[in-house]
């Protein structure tokens, strides 16, 4: 096959590979064994792809420089196509055939597919929308997991047909795809192609060609690194520059070749994580390789580790090293995002013997000859130089041989380059197309100028470089730009650019002069032929000691061809050391320290220090002093704190104020987040995406993921048992056990997937259960699955995020909502996120536009205030570094250069610890060898249990982030306590993440004491309960995991972070954990004197409150003046007074001496919490004497100055201590001395804060940070924000390109998360790396939020307050407010000698039935305002009627119930579940929103014309028409039979008139229908059809004429009415030809309300067949259930009306004994058209025309029957219905409230006329201005007035009585009233005056007559000769408030004579 594979096969692997395929074949079905010669070959090449694809990144314009790389000058060659064969097609998209291969037009053609051939897409560089259809030997092609792929190819075009592609390059000249770079078929052959459901080709999965390449990729920094600090995440480079070989590794690899070992944390794979050099120059084979230029490779063993990619894939020409397969390949063709990237770097290791298994040896082509390094570099440069390759366009990088374990070799300022060389590109949108990109001279004379003005203690950071090449890229870009906007008429020179064009012959010229300037720290070499020679230089100046002072050497070679060659070299021992360590992955690091620990290196560290005490070894001096004071320091430590409480607290027991544990409660902050979270969970139900059914979940469970420590674990089961909210969400009962909670939170270890799977399970047999996935601390553990299916065997954890939170059933699983919760959210918002922006949510800020948002009692300080702090000039900084330990960790540095950094600084700084510990003890002179700010630290933390009576103190957090270290670090320190007998003063704590809290008896005791613990068995599990415990906690592990700190932490010692933390995340994760909130209840209104004494003077303070009782006689601290260091900001703690020696005198003088100094200055900022203000709580301080004495000291000195104001005052410090307080030479005496000479006058100031606990509420810990992060974290860049924000954000992600903008000071947390999701890329191992490539061009995930926070800042009660409310709204969404009201008038009720007796009938009984008596009196509630209708001579009193209400009040004050909702409701728009989504349109045979419009007519006398209706019927529901053809004219509407008696569908067609309800309308029956068959119209106004149909897509719509668009419910019910007796005439004469009777069409409809959400049955027990006693029970039923059982009522068309009962709580027996009345029915109601055809609803009304009906139904003769074993429940729904209609006047248009008495006025008056129906204003005056017309009436219910026809509502203080004029209509007798009014409205020819002489008035009645218009008034009074009997005025004649054009209504009022 052409494959230049080296590898020779060891017999033993061979034969088992033999054995295997033998046996497999003989086992197998299938003929073809798999190739025994591919499986050798094809095992090896899944290592070897892997990791050459590491080199590469998934793109489509992938580099492949191999062809040119021998070639010995000029940059490589583009691939050259052969030229196509004359007259052959060459259009993109067709074969050389000119047969079309596009995809969309192939998709539905027969294609033939031979067996053994699968059908792929070909991607066209040039035809990037389109997928060219290729037929391919599936044996070529990789299975899933992107194995066994043969190498080669086999290929047939399905175009032209032609078969037999050998060759990929030959088949892809064919089909077109003009390629510019090798043709490759990984590279452009890339998914399967499938037949769908229809057989149309479909693009399928994506070919697995690089699943393996993990083990590559992995092993990358990004191109675009965020510093030459490569961000490593866990499997990053492991490019190591250890300086001893690991046991066990033979490590071998060329210079500058990539390292691409899998994840380097994978203990398994050690022998990939060391990797080492291999040049041609070391063994003797190797030397003849070099001399040959071979191309064979030695293959190694198949088992073997491989640390380099071979050449795995066929090549045509020599294969180079440098070619990006191998190497760097690190420039990109397509934009700064398309870069490939390459190692870190790679560390060199010593030679052993020949090639070993770790490695792959490869050919060498030298461009001249090899340099060596010499052997004694690392010796007398103290420093491994790093070498970054710039750029080499001949040949190759020079090859390095020698002692090549003392030098590190990188690419990425290569890779940078090669980045900035596509800015351009990037630009080429906007049209910039023609400009230049940045010159390579110009870059590397930009790189000198950068380098030149660095400072000696500043360290390069690549992403400074990518700004300078940027800013100057743009300025020469704007230029351009002018020049063409300018366009000058005559040609002239154009102008010079910001950064004139520098040749290659000027560049070392003006190189060299750039670095003049600066003392030689950088030094330029030049040289002619190669970098070889500029290379041999360096290393012979080097040696010379002749580059002492030189920080980086830059070699410049410019000879042939105009083009440069060039490399920099970093000499500086301090640059050189953090930049070859930072190129570690956090396992390599631990692996290096611990092999350094391990073998004893260390060992020459501790030998140096113990040279540098003059006393001997501090280990003897220890003893020594152990020996001398044993018992002694103790018992006089115990005796002073003794002393000093009794002189506090006299009389009593030992008691503090300051401890007291917080009660939890929500803060604003929280719930504000936890109401933001749910809003948009809300917004993704709302959204027609059909994501989230919040409508079918009843309940909420929840889940909690968190990182694998058991102090985040204890901490979160501790929040969750205490929030309550397993008892709020109803997942457990009363009494919470601990054991409970842990059902709910998951540790993320080995554990973990048991758990998962069950919470899968959980969710999988609840779907009606809501289940949020909360993954707290979402920043860890991005890796992806791949990569732990790929390493198996290795750490179960790794992955398993991506493995359970991203497994398909979380995903798909439609009742997961996943929350991620993070501090650091930058690596979630990449290119590739799964989360939509749309989906976060940022902590909202505590300020905006300068008003608090949300009240806080506390103020959080986070990053952002403590850099604050280092910028304020008058208080000491929070954030400090360690200049004096910084200055001896460099200085070991030099002397050790084989140590490991960390190491040193470890055993620096535990050096430190221990001789303060020793200096505060007694032994003075150990403070020489400490540093004044651990000396601070060990003074505070021994003092400050003894200044409180019950001995609380301060805890300091040391964090070591290397185990091993820690555990050295915890062992040290604990000899040192003890032998300094100090082991009851403080507890030293080993935190680390895989492990519980220990602590000691003692202190276990001191815990459950100040905590008031009973439980015998209780131990600290979590920091937070170590509050006020005196303690150093020693904190290690890689990252902090989320644990919280107690507010007793006062010192957060970061000295030992490591130099990897130099990403975003890292950085911030660190800081955070000194985040803390402080109290914001600082009084505001201190006056002068006391802002003095406690603000102003200790703002100066160097150290803390505690620092007052330091233990130190004058002569030592003052001899040796430690301030005069080099010291950032603390003052010399040393030197510091006792403060209680300060005398009262000095104290009130001082305080009157200042009026003018720092008091007004700080009452400008009494809230400055930043510094240590809050120290004025002790107010007897240094400061105090200071600011007294001088102006005010500026606490903040830069390094190298000494703080001459501080050490001039000393010396009045010192007398003034001296007079106050005899010197003593022990602590203990200077302890209890202070204690008792404190004079009187001081003493109450004193004791206002003696608690360091006081202090801790109120002021954060002081932060001690490294002084390279302390820089990076402190200077701004020209953005204004800290360089920190600018670094990459995540060890895990890598920028998309170098050509981005900066982060921006304004930026918000939204705009910061689309700035990263614009400008970062996941790495291959992120678990988001695949996410775009599954084929959905919207990634997003729609059920996952993303929470982000700053730490420590609440986000866990936020989180946990969220699925509270949650679970409220769940519970409210499945409840609903029904009207709860009892019947009205029911003492009213006809008591008539006739009840329904049958009391079990299911159905009433005819005739039984006839004979009750017509209940007159209306019973529901919702008429409480209504008139009382008497039936017969009722002796009301008026109390018995309500009083009336106003009307606004009349849908307020109605009385409601919350009810669950059943599975039987009927629901509104809000609901979504799976069964009612065919219901709402969602049909699979219908497009949704598909349905016609339908014109219907019918004739109507009354209304004088014509009526048009519309139906709007879906699709869907044209089954239930009749169309005179398809699609034609509406015929009718189906009606069943009488006779029939199926179970299946309701007979009766429900009609439900609405308006303003389209969203909260209760249309969806499905549920109430239980899935049965229906016909449901809803009846809609003209204007409202298009929102009604939006809403509702697949609901019949009847449209009401537009005339009717103002009209009430009066109008939708007359005509619902009159077109259903229409279409059942229609019906009759349609089924008569069917041979069917008029009689046996189904003459029902129902009309319901749109507010009607469930049905009630009551089931009724009888006690016997006589007694009248019976029990009953209510339960919910379907509507199908109700209506199935009254349509199968017999005889139920001789009944006119059905209805059924209002549900009430409060309903009785009395209500429910009586299975039927006859009595009005409303809401709900089943209506015979056929029987009341001649009774019409009034169309004209508003209010009442239900009553109003039924009283014409009854008058009529007709049957109105009432179930009272039914009830139908009704909504409270508080928009639209009779709310919609608003009176307003027409004159103007602001919304002024009318009273009702304004409703009418005279004619031809001046009145205001009003935009309102005439008949509205009629029915509303009446109802609340009737007394003005009938004024006898009122109250008066013995004499009603008398209504003709017509009910209106006169109000409820009036009562009425009903008359029909109808011949034969049944009326009330009236014989025995007495009326006190008659009111005519609109009455017709049935009324005449004959039929009004019947009823007899009172003296003094008044009359009120109705008429259209003032004509019809005067023939009404004369027709019906209303004069003889009635007395008429002039004035009595009203109309209703409206308009002439409005046909207002008139009336005309009288008296009677």
């Known amino acids: 096959m052409g494959n230049s594979y080296a590898g020779q096969l060891k017999t033993t692997r061979f034969e088992e590979v033999l054995h295997d ?347 001249g000859e090899p340099v060596s390094v010499p052997d004694n570099l690392l010796k007398i440069c103290k420093a491994k130089p790093v070498i970054f390759k710039g750029k080499y366009s001949h040949g190759n990088f020079p090859y390095l041989c020698g002692n090549l374990n003392d030098v590190v070799v990188s690419p990425l300022l290569y890779t940078c380059y090669q980045n900035s060389q596509s800015i351009s590109r990037a630009y080429e949108q906007y049209g910039a197309s023609t400009i230049q990109p940045i010159s390579e001279e110009t870059q590397l004379l930009l790189t000198v100028y950068y380098l030149v003005q660095l400072a000696a203690d500043q360290v390069p950071l690549m992403e400074d470089l990518e700004q300078i090449f940027l800013r100057s890229w743009r300025e020469s870009h704007l230029t351009e730009i002018r020049q063409y906007q300018q366009a000058p008429p005559q040609p002239f020179p154009p102008a010079p650019s910001a950064v004139a064009p520098v040749t290659p012959a000027q560049l070392p010229w003006l190189a060299g002069l750039a670095a003049s300037s600066c003392n030689d720290s950088v030094h330029i070499i030049e040289c002619t032929y190669s970098l070889a020679e500029g290379l041999s230089e360096m290393f012979r100046l080097l040696i010379e000691g002749k580059l002492a002072k030189t920080n980086y050497v830059v070699i410049i070679c410019a000879c042939r061809n105009a083009a440069i060659d060039s490399c920099i070299a970093v000499t500086g021992k301090y640059q050189a050391r953090i930049l070859s360590e930072s190129l570690l992955t956090p396992a390599e690091y631990q692996k290096e320290v611990s092999y350094e620990l391990v073998t004893g290196k260390v060992d020459s560290l501790g030998a140096f220090f113990s040279t540098l005490c003059p006393e001997g070894d501090i280990d003897i001096l220890l003893d020594k002093f152990h020996q001398e004071n044993q018992g002694h320091i103790s018992s006089s430590l115990t005796a002073s704190s003794v002393t000093k409480s009794t002189s506090l607290d006299v009389g009593s027991a030992p008691t503090c104020t300051s401890y007291s544990l917080e009660p939890r409660h929500i803060r604003p902050f929280q719930l504000a987040v936890a109401q933001k979270l749910l809003s948009h969970v809300c917004s993704i139900a709302d959204s027609s995406t059909q994501n989230l059914d ?27 048992w205490h929030s309550g909210v397993l008892l709020e969400l109803g997942l457990e009962k009363e009494h919470v056990t601990k054991q409970r909670v842990e059902q709910y939170v998951l540790k993320l270890d080995a554990e973990a997937q048991t758990k998962f799977k069950s919470f899968l399970q959980n969710s999988f047999q609840n779907p009606h259960t809501l289940f949020v996935l909360i993954h707290d601390h979402a920043h860890w553990d991005l890796v992806s699955s791949a990569v732990h299916n790929l390493y198996s065997q290795s750490d179960p954890s790794v992955g398993l995020v991506d493995r359970l939170l991203n497994c398909k059933e979380v995903k798909e699983a439609p009742n997961i909502v996943t929350l991620h919760v993070t501090s650091f959210p930058y690596a979630l918002q990449t290119q590739h996120t799964l989360i939509s922006p749309y989906n976060e949510i940022h902590w909202p800020a505590s300020y ?141 704590i080993l935190g680390h993440p895989s492990s519980g809290i220990s602590v000691g008896t003692h202190f276990v005791k001191q815990l459950k004491m100040w905590q008031k613990i009973e439980d015998a068995e209780w131990r600290p599990q979590t920091y937070l309960e170590l509050e006020g415990l005196p303690c150093i906690l020693i904190f290690s592990g890689m990252d902090p995991h989320g644990e919280s700190l107690p507010r007793s932490l006062r010192y957060c010692d970061l000295r030992l972070i490591n130099s990897s933390c130099l990403v975003r995340t890292a950085l911030e994760q660190e800081l955070g954990l000194a985040a803390y909130f402080v109290s914001n209840e600082i009084p505001l209104e201190k006056g002068v004197r006391s802002e003095a004494l406690e603000s102003g003077t200790e703002k100066l303070s160097s150290t803390d409150s505690e620092e007052e009782e330091l233990g130190t006689e004058g002569s030592t601290s003052e001899k040796r003046s430690p301030v005069k260091r080099e010291r950032p900001h603390s003052h010399d703690s040393a030197s510091s007074p006792l403060s209680s020696k300060a005398s009262s005198s000095v104290l009130c003088g001082e305080s009157s001496a200042q009026p003018g100094g720092p008091s007004q200055r700080e009452q400008a900022r009494p809230l400055q919490p930043c510094g240590p203000s809050e120290e004025g709580r002790v107010p007897g301080d240094k400061q105090r004497l200071r600011a007294s004495q001088g102006p005010p000291v500026i606490s903040r000195h830069s390094p190298g100055l000494a703080p001459q104001p501080d050490s001039g005052l000393r010396t009045t410090q010192r007398s003034t201590q001296v007079s106050v307080t005899s010197s003593s030479s022990q602590l203990s005496c200077s302890g209890s001395s ?193 008139s009382l209708i008497c039936s017969r001579h009722q002796g009301i009193k008026s109390e018995e009627r309500g009083t009336p209400r106003k009307p606004e009040d009349l849908y307020v004050r109605r009385q409601t119930a919350r009810m669950r909702l059943s599975k039987f409701a009927a629901h509104n728009t809000y609901h979504h579940c799976e069964q009612c989504h065919q219901y709402l349109g969602f049909h699979p045979r219908y497009q949704l929103y598909e349905s016609t419009l339908h014109a219907f007519a019918f004739s109507y006398s009354m209304l004088g014309e014509e009526v048009q209706l519309h139906f709007i019927i879906p699709k869907s529901k044209e089954h239930h028409f009749v169309f005179s053809q398809p699609g034609g004219q509406l015929e009718s509407m189906r009606l069943p039979l009488v006779t029939d008696k199926s179970r299946e569908y309701i007979k009766s067609p429900t009609f439900t008139p609405t308006t303003g309800r389209h969203e909260h309308g209760l249309f969806n029956l499905y549920h109430a229908m239980d899935g049965a068959s229906h016909l449901h119209v809803l009846v809609v106004k003209e204007y409202e059809m298009a929102v009604y149909k939006k809403y509702w897509p697949n609901h019949i719509m009847l449209v009401l004429p537009s005339v009717f668009n103002s009209a009430g419910v009066g109008a939708a019910h007359f005509l619902i009415k009159e077109l259903s007796y229409h279409n059942l005439e229609l019906e009759r004469s349609r089924q008569e030809e069917l041979g069917i009777q008029p009689q046996d069409i189904w003459p029902f409809i129902v009309i319901s309300d749109d507010s009607c959400v469930m049905w009630n049955v009551v089931d009724v027990d009888c006690g016997g067949e006589r007694s009248r006693e019976f029990s009953w029970s209510e339960r919910n039923v379907s509507l199908k259930y109700i209506m199935q059982h009254i349509e199968a009522s017999p005889n139920i068309t001789h009944y006119a009306l059905i209805g059924m009962r209002k549900w009430s709580s409060k309903a009785g027996s009395r209500e429910v004994r009586e299975p039927f009345s006859r009595c009005h029915v409303h809401d709900f109601i089943v209506l015979n058209v056929d029987l009341t055809q001649n009774v019409q609803y009034n169309q004209n009304r508003f209010l009442c025309d239900d009553v109003d009906f039924n009283l014409r139904v009854h008058s009529a003769g007709l049957l109105l029957c009432r179930f009272n074993r039914f009830s139908v429940m009704k909504k409270q729904i508080v928009v639209g219905g009779q709310r919609s209609f608003h009176i307003t006047s027409k004159a103007s248009d602001s919304p002024v409230s009318i009273m009702p008495a304004q409703y009418i006025c005279a004619p031809d008056s001046k009145h205001t006329f009003l935009a309102a129906p005439a008949q509205l204003l009629l029915e509303k005056f009446l109802q609340h201005h009737s007394h003005r017309f009938f004024p006898l009436s009122l109250k008066n219910h013995g004499h009603p007035v008398l209504l003709v026809d017509c009910y209106l509502n006169l109000g409820p203080q009036i009562s009425v009585c009903y008359v029909s004029s109808r011949p034969h209509s049944l009326n009330i007798s009236c014989s025995d009233f007495t009326f006190s009014g008659l009111l005519l409205y609109l009455c017709d020819s049935f009324v005449g005056a004959g039929f009004l002489k019947k009823f007899h008035f009172l003296k003094g009645a008044t009359l009120c007559v109705i008429c259209q218009d003032r004509n019809s008034l005067r023939q009404t009074v004369v027709r019906l000769e209303l004069e003889d009997e009635w007395q008429f005025r002039l004035r009595d004649e009203f109309q209703t408030a409206n308009a002439k054009e409005d046909r207002p209504l008139f009336f005309l009022t009288g008296r009677h004579i």
Not at 215 to 228: D, E, N, P, T
Not at 875 to 883: A, E, G, N, T
Not at 921 to 932: C, I
């Open 21 to 367: 395929s033998i046996e497999a074949s003989l086992r197998s079905n299938s003929l073809v064994p798999r190739p025994i010669f591919s499986q050798l070959y094809l095992e090896a090449e899944q290592q070897l792809s892997a990791l050459e694809g590491g080199s590469r990144v998934d793109n489509e314009e992938e580099e492949e420089e191999g062809e040119g790389g021998l070639e010995p000058s000029g940059p490589p060659n583009p691939y050259q196509m052969h030229p196509p064969p004359e007259g052959c097609c060459t259009t993109d998209g067709f074969c050389q055939a000119g047969k079309d291969l596009r995809l969309v037009s192939m998709s539905t053609e027969p294609i033939d597919v031979p067996a053994g051939f699968l059908l792929v897409g070909a991607k066209s560089p040039s035809l990037p929308d389109h997928l060219l259809v290729c037929a391919v030997d599936k044996r070529f092609l990789p299975d899933d997991n992107g194995h066994n792929a043969l190498l080669g190819f086999s290929g047939n075009c399905v175009g032209c047909g032609k078969k037999g592609f050998c060759y990929f390059t030959e088949f892809s000249n064919h089909i077109n795809l003009k390629l510019t770079t090798q043709p490759k078929k990984q590279k452009h052959l890339k998914c399967y192609l499938v037949r769908n459901a229809q057989g149309a080709l479909t693009k399928g999965p994506l070919i697995c060609w690089k699943v393996s390449e993990f083990r590559g990729r992995q092993a990358l920094a990004s191109a675009c690194s965020a510093s030459l600090f490569p961000s490593l995440d866990s499997s990053g480079p492991p490019a190591a520059s250890s300086s001893e070989p690991t046991p066990g590794t033979n490590p071998s690899v060329p210079v500058g070749a990539q390292q691409a070992g899998p994840a380097s944390d994978h203990p398994s794979l050690a022998a990939a994580t060391g990797p080492a050099v291999f040049n041609g120059k070391d063994s003797p084979k190797d030397q003849q390789l070099v001399k040959n230029k071979l191309s064979a490779m030695p293959r190694p063993s198949a088992l073997g580790i491989l640390s380099n990619s071979g050449p795995p894939k066929k090549r045509h020409k020599g294969w180079s090293p440098e070619s990006p397969s191998a190497t760097d390949g690190g420039f990109s063709q397509g934009g700064g995002n398309r870069a490939k990237y390459e190692s870190a770097g790679v560390s060199y290791m010593p030679q052993v013997g020949v090639v070993g298994p770790a490695s792959v040896t490869f050919p060498v082509v030298a461009s």
């Open 694 to 720: 919040l409508g079918s979940f009843e309940k909420v469970d929840f889940l909690i993921c968190i990182p694998p420590s058991e102090v985040t674990y204890q901490q979160t089961l501790f929040h969750v």
């Open 848 to 988: 905006s536009n300068g008003a608090d948002l949300y009240p806080e009692t506390k103020k959080y300080f986070g990053l952002s205030e403590f850099i604050e702090s280092t910028l304020s000039g008058h208080s000491l900084p929070l954030l400090r570094y360690d200049s004096s330990f910084e200055a001896m960790v460099t200085a070991l540095g030099k002397r050790f250069p084989r140590l490991h950094s960390a190491v040193i600084r470890t055993f620096v700084l535990v050096q430190h610890y221990a001789a303060a510990m020793m200096a505060v003890s007694g032994l003075s002179r150990m403070k020489n060898h400490t540093s004044v700010e651990t000396l601070e630290i060990a003074q505070n933390l021994l003092d400050s249990p003894r200044r409180c009576p019950c001995g609380h103190g301060l805890m300091v957090l040391l964090r070591v982030p290397c185990s091993p270290l820690a555990a050295v670090a915890y062992e040290r320190l604990a000899h040192v306590r003890a032998r300094l007998a100090l082991e009851q003063h403080f507890e030293i």
């Open 1234 to 1426: 202070s204690s008792s000479t404190v004079p009187a006058a001081g003493t109450l100031v004193l004791q206002a804060a003696q608690c360091s606990m006081t202090k801790a509420c109120q002021q954060p810990p002081v932060v001690f940070l490294p002084k390279l992060v302390y820089d990076m974290v402190t200077s701004t860049d020209s953005s204004g924000l800290p360089k920190a924000a600018s670094l990459l954000p995540s060890h895990s992600v890598m920028w998309a390109s170098s050509f981005r903008p900066l982060l921006s000071k304004t930026m918000t947390s939204t705009e910061q998360s689309l700035y990263y999701r614009q400008w970062t890329v996941p790495r291959p191992s992120h678990m988001d790396y695949g996410n775009r490539a599954e084929g959905r061009v919207d990634g997003f995930h729609p059920r996952r939020l993303l929470l982000s926070g700053p730490p420590q800042i609440g986000k866990t009660g936020a989180y946990l307050q969220f699925l509270s409310i949650l679970s409220r709204m769940l519970i409210r969404l499945t409840e609903v407010d029904v009207y709860d009201e009892e019947e009205i008038s029911i003492n009213l009720r006809e008591e008539s000698d006739w009840h329904y007796l049958q009391l079990t009938d299911p159905w009433p009984d005819l005739e039984l039935f006839k004979k009750l008596p017509f209940d007159y009196i209306i019973h529901d509630p919702k008429y409480e305002d209504a």
